[in-house]
């Protein structure tokens, strides 16, 4: 069962432009995370956004959460090539379990 | 820093056979899970342990086991492999701890192809 779903299912950018991924879920949840999974890798944990806030940074990542339209988005900031990986949203909406979504792709050309 | 570690990268074996997945962490990790992964389908549980001989079905339980012997070890069993169970298998694992907020931390995953 899918819970998040993220928009776009890939994005391609120049190096140095920012990068914006979205994710749509729909129960409430505990809390928001981010991760990235570089080509044929394990997914590795970016940044983690509880219910109860809005925003929050992490070096040149920035992620966003509106639990009233259930969405979160994550900006990367002056990409780089080594960014180009795919991205997750997963929520944590009870239990010990998350619930991944589809991904978004993120090129980024130098 | 939390290491998972899976028994082999890349695995192809024959349809019929009895396939098994190893998967180790080193952090005494509560929960431990399996996923396939697909393209375009992202993450789909397979099975979820939270404890020694604990499990718990996923999403996509069928034609898969588990076992949870000791608390560092999770294999995922394929009982008769098929073709359609070629896929990028990834195993997980988190702490109970109310800091950890379920953070998982993955291993690299192992390709498997059936023919």
């Known amino acids: 069962s899918q819970q998040g779903e993220e928009d776009p299912q890939a994005l391609s950018i120049q190096e140095g432009e920012n990068a914006t991924m979205n994710c749509s879920y729909k129960?409430?949840?505990?809390?928001l995370q981010w991760y990235r999974q570089n080509s044929g890798r394990g997914l590795v944990h970016l940044i983690l956004?509880?219910?109860?806030?809005r925003e929050k940074h992490s070096g040149r990542l920035r992620v966003t959460l509106d639990t009233s339209k259930k969405s979160s988005s994550l900006l990367i900031t002056a990409s780089r090539a080594a960014d180009t990986a795919s991205y997750f949203c997963a929520t944590d909406v009870w239990g010990n379990k998350l619930v991944f979504g589809a991904g978004t792709i993120l090129r980024v050309k130098s | 820093d939390v290491k998972v570690t899976q028994s082999s990268r890349y695995l192809v074996k024959r349809t019929g056979e009895k396939v098994f997945l190893e998967c180790v962490q080193d952090m005494d990790h509560e929960n431990m899970f399996w996923y396939r992964q697909d393209p375009g389908l992202g993450l789909r549980l397979i099975y979820f342990s939270y404890d020694v001989k604990m499990k718990e079905k996923g999403d996509i339980p069928e034609g898969y086991s588990v076992s949870r012997e000791k608390k560092e070890r999770f294999s995922l069993i394929l009982e008769s492999a098929s073709t359609n169970q070629t896929s990028m298998y990834l195993c997980?694992?988190?702490?109970?701890?109310?800091?950890?907020?379920?953070?998982?931390?993955f291993g690299p995953g192992t390709r498997l192809t059936v023919l």
């Open positions: 129960t409430s949840i505990n809390n």
């Open positions: 956004i509880r219910s109860n806030e």
């Open positions: 997980a694992s988190s702490s109970t701890r109310w800091y950890s907020y379920n953070e998982q931390f």
